[in-house]
Each structure stands twice: as structure tokens, then as C-alpha cells.
């Protein structure tokens, strides 16, 4: 489907149009996302998975209910049906609800102080003059990637001098 904004042809030389610059043409579509296919496939087999598997449920629900009633305890109970649940499999609950919480704290961490670009994984550590994010070394256009030496270091600090001491 055509983009509203693209131009089938170019304009000819008798338009008005014709001596527009280039900054005035309209962008060309953005090229196709690469691995679209691996993705595509991913999710049919995911897709296909997901319906062989619960289609075994449906077939042998009664053997499945009866595997998930003996390993989780509540089947030839104690003093009272759930008695073995809770001394056993659902004494687990309170651990996994703190790792559960401990795991979702520390991803929540890492995604605020990670670097802004998307897919970056690295601690963002620098901030982009003028703008609100945060990047890191590899990212960021002012920081070196193979570690500063002693000369950029002096030449940003009499660079950041200079500047703030002509405001």
C-alpha cells in the first residue's frame, strides 16, 4: 500500500514543483525490517506448539489432573485433603512471590538505568547535552569507545572551561 505522503514519479520539468529542493521531496518508505521472517517463523511454531500441547491436555486430562493432584500433595492427604499440599509443594508460594518481586525489581533497575537506545542492554552512565537521555559509552557521540587518554581528557575539561567561563 502506498504511503500518503510518496510520490509515485518525479515531477516534471513544466510543474512548479519541479525546482523543489531536495529537503522538499518526500522520504522513500523505510526498508523492510530485517529477521521479519525468523520472527514469522518463530511465532507458527510457537503457534503449532501451543495447540499440539493443548490438544494432549484435552485428550488425556484425566491422567494429566491425576499427575498434577499426586506431585503436588493434594492426593492421599494427611489429617486433612490440603494438609500435604501446604507442607509440602504450597510451602514454596512465599518463596517464589519474593523471587518473583526481587526479579522484577532488579529487571525495572536495569531498564531505568540502561542506555536509551533501543536494544542497548548497557548501563547508561552519560547524558546527551539537550536532550533527556541517558547513554552509554558505546552509544554516546562525545565519549571515546576505546577509553580516554590523558590529551581528550584535558582537551574536554579546557573545552567545558572555556564555555561556562564565556556565560
Known amino acids: 500500500m502506498q ?3 510518496t510520490v509515485l ?13 531536495e529537503s522538499d ?34 485428550a488425556y486430562f484425566a491422567t494429566a489432573r491425576h499427575w498434577f493432584a499426586l ?10 485433603h490440603y494438609y500435604n499440599f501446604w507442607s509440602g509443594f504450597g510451602s514454596d508460594l512465599g518463596e517464589a512471590t519474593l523471587i518473583t518481586a526481587v526479579v522484577v525489581g532488579v529487571y525495572t533497575g536495569v531498564r531505568k538505568a540502561n542506555c536509551h537506545t533501543r536494544g542497548c542492554w548497557r548501563i547508561g552512565r552519560h547524558h546527551l547535552d539537550g ?27 579546557l573545552r567545558l572551561r572555556d564555555r561556562g567561563s564565556a556565560h
Open 9 to 21: 514519479s518525479a515531477p516534471s520539468a513544466t510543474t512548479p514543483t519541479a525546482a523543489a529542493s
Open 71 to 80: 506431585h503436588t500433595g493434594i492426593l492421599n492427604g494427611g489429617p486433612d
Open 131 to 157: 536532550t533527556p537521555y541517558v547513554l552509554c559509552r558505546h552509544h554516546h557521540p562525545d565519549v571515546p569507545n576505546k577509553g580516554a587518554s590523558h590529551e581528550h581528557i584535558v582537551h574536554e575539561y
Open 25 to 58: 521531496l518526500p522520504h522513500p518508505p523505510p526498508p523492510p525490517e530485517e529477521g521479519r521472517g525468523l520472527r514469522v517463523a518463530l511465532l507458527v511454531v510457537l503457534a503449532v506448539v501451543a495447540v499440539v500441547g493443548l490438544s494432549l491436555l484435552v
Open 3 to 5: 504511503r500518503p505522503d
